[in-house]
């Protein structure tokens, strides 16, 4: 194989490698931010920081509320505060009578209820992340060991392109 040949698959190989440690670092992160959610649902009390942080919650929180039976039981008060969480995230000044409903949207057993429902989401979603990552793992050891070869492969070709003369000791 030529000199060039070996040049180009090293690089190839080594921009595969690359970009399977991106996305291993990738998962990492994805991980680390379900770890931080997980840990913000535990307790099964929601706050407005909690949602005002992560905006992937808020939308998820928003949206089993108003699946939820308290919210069609209620739907004024859920709608207030609705609109009152989401002019929170957004900056927008709330009343008393704004504060009052998010304090009872976020009540105690809604927040428990969402925990669980979270909570399953998020075991599912890390069990995903898992798999990815070792079917990454397995295809950056198979890139790794690829350009191990061809290093070698390229080394035994360049001792066999050297020339040999007869005498020289």
């Known amino acids: 194989m030529g000199y060039s040949l070996f040049t180009c698959r090293k690089i190839y190989y080594c921009h595969m490698i690359s970009e399977i440690n ?23 009390k ?13 939308n998820n929180y928003m949206g089993f509320i108003e699946g939820s039976e308290a919210f069609k ?20 000044e709330y009343s008393e009578q704004d504060a009052a409903a998010i304090a009872q949207l976020l009540d105690e057993s809604l927040g428990s209820e969402y925990a669980k429902v979270q909570s399953r989401k998020l075991t ?14 397995t295809k950056l050891t198979a890139a790794q060991n690829q350009l191990q070869a061809i290093e070698q492969a390229e080394g035994r070709a360049i001792q066999n392109a050297t020339p040999k003369y007869a005498g020289i000791a």
């Open 22 to 44: 991106r996305q291993l670092d990738q998962i990492c992160m994805e991980k680390q931010n379900l770890m931080t959610l997980a840990a913000n649902i535990s307790d099964g």
């Open 46 to 58: 929601i706050t407005v920081d909690e949602l005002a942080s992560d905006p992937m919650n808020f």
């Open 73 to 92: 039981q209620s739907e004024e008060g859920a709608g207030n505060a609705v609109s009152a969480i989401g002019g929170f995230l957004t900056g927008k």
């Open 124 to 137: 599912a979603e890390e069990n995903k992340l898992e798999l990815q990552q070792k079917r990454l793992e």
